[in-house]
């Protein structure tokens, strides 16, 4: 089993149109329990372009909760963006975002003083409820407004649509990424509302030949606050012991594999919800073999996805993570990974080969449980949707390319053969309010080493880490909590190179990774070393790294990076392990330093 499966988790969801929903706001309607699973709507370019509308909406349910979600300009919510390497992409955003508080909030209210102050949403930097920007996830496209930059930009309900522009690169890898609101403090809401939608780099069928011809399928899995958060659990599902609740009142990790979970769980926002999980429908041909594009767009949920038939885990041919077919490396051409399990972080997509049941049987997607620790939430077993065999199922609206071009080679050389000119350690941590009680923390910490441990700061004049375009560092990190974190950086990607205080042989490149939590009877801080890869001109700017489970990020684990073009004449920072100077090298860099 490969490390981002056993260090790792996540996936699965679909997407319903109006005419199936059973909404109770038609602000923001939803499909209703245990329905059919639908294909989101595609925005596709044309002639090299896409060019379209989107609004951003919320509104507060007879049962309080709160939903958020995206419109384009037929009306299709949380469309599917697909694009091609090359073409132009233009997004003008309108917020219709309004304060659902009801009453004056002090962020509400900081909020309207400061809209009067400000008329340019690139510089606004306004974070609460009612602002929204979007980040597009995985993407190496420039940090610069009107493209990926999520420090500043802050667009208002009485702005006029703001434009995002910008092209996608001509190498960008084919496959699965996404987009989303990234609001300092407000990130975890909005995406348990539901704003988050899909983007399709075609292509996938020129790097790797397995899945050419294939239907394929997108799915978005999702989470929420539960639905009925005092049921007892199901009398289906064995006594667990009492149940402990985090200073947010998330339910924490009650070690059993049962229990009543943090949040449920949706797909394509079909809900699950606890306690009797009653799963959605996913309809295929008998047999039919599709290629299934899964996004794990939660905001705290980890998944450890299995296919069972008859209770037998099943294997699914896994081509690609995080967006990059995982033969980039130079690779079969025709590589797939059979496992019987999937695990994806939150911010994770994974791509893969299912086979649907014969005629006459079903199999159950479900999510196994996660051991996040015992600080962290609980992500019990359970399942998500049925896949039913139907002879008439509908044909999925993408088909692979049956007779593709393959893509040419990279002339790029390959991220594990290149040199960090540096390594630099970074570690997680928490701040209790009680010392006792491991699910009382309410800081959270994202630090280079040397650096004293604080929450993140959007006004900071100064990043945390600076880096030179063109180079590659080795970054360690650590996890000094007592609950999984997972590590995710804006811009580019990364590729593992040790976890578990030795070196692993994984050549897949990622944009999210867990960190297993610390143990308080080892002495050692686990601690995973990446390879970042600073080379693409793309990437100039100022960005952010942070944990992706948005509660922690919104209460500060994270930090700013600036990579400084190559000809600069300011140098990175020195907070890393060695310099990368003349006389301190990182030669040795293949030697494991100390992780603690």
Known sequence: MIVCLRATLAFSVTLCSLSAFSAASDRCPRPAIGGVVREPADLRSVNGVLDANLTIRNSKEPDGSLRYCYFDGKGNEAPTLRVSPGDRVVLHLKNELVDLEGTPSAHAAHAREAVTKSKDPCSSAIMSPIATNLHFHGLTIPPKCHQDEVLHTSIQPGDPPFTYEFQIPADESPGMY?????????????????????????????????????????????????????????KKESAVPALLLDSDGD?????????????????????????????????????????????????????????????????????????????????????????????????????????GPAAGTTEMLVTRTVDTGPGGENDPNRALAVLKPVANASESRVKLDAKPQPLPRSNKQWLGDVAPVRVRKLYFSEKLQDPNNPASADEFYLTPEGETAQMFDMNAKTPNIVVKQGTVEDWIIENRSNEVHAFHIHQLHFL?????????????????????????????????????????????????????????????????????????????????????????????????????
Not at 183 to 193: C, S, W
Request: with cysteine; glycine share 10%.
């Open 496 to 596: 593992l190179m040790e976890s578990g205080g030795g070196p692993v042989d994984e050549p897949y490149l990622r944009d999210t990774i867990n960190v297993p939590y610390h143990q308080g009877n080892l002495p050692d801080f686990p601690a995973i070393r990446v390879r970042m890869d600073f080379r693409d001109p793309n990437i100039v700017g100022t960005f952010l790294y942070h944990c992706h489970l948005l509660d922690h990020e919104d209460k500060g684990m994270m930090g700013s990076i600036e990579v400084l073009p190559a000809d600069s004449p300011r140098q990175a920072s020195k907070n890393g392990l060695c310099t990368g100077t003349e006389s301190d090298p990182c030669s040795n860099f293949n030697t494991p330093p100390p992780t603690k």
């Open 251 to 355: 339910t924490v990790n009650t070690g059993t594999g049962g229990g009543r979970p943090a949040k449920d769980l949706s797909i394509n926002f079909v809900p699950v919800p606890y306690p009797e999980y009653e799963p959605a429908v996913i309809e295929m041909k008998p047999g039919e073999k599709q290629l299934w594009r899964v996004l794990n767009a939660s905001g705290l949920t980890y998944l450890n996805l299995t296919l069972l038939r008859d209770g037998s885990a099943q294997e699914v041919g896994l081509i690609s993570l995080d967006g990059v077919p995982m033969n980039t490396n130079g690779g079969p051409a025709d590589f797939v990974y059979w496992t019987t399990r999937l695990g994806v972080p939150p911010g994770s997509r994974v791509e893969f080969i299912v086979s």
């Open 178 to 234: 996404w987009y989303h609101p990234h609001i300092h403090g407000f990130a975890k809401t909005e995406l348990l509302g539901g704003a988050s939608g899909a983007i399709i780099v075609e292509g996938t069928e020129r790097a790797d030949k397995a899945v050419a011809g294939l239907a394929e399928r997108v799915f978005v899995v999702r989470d929420q606050d539960l639905l009925y958060p005092d049921a007892p659990p199901s």
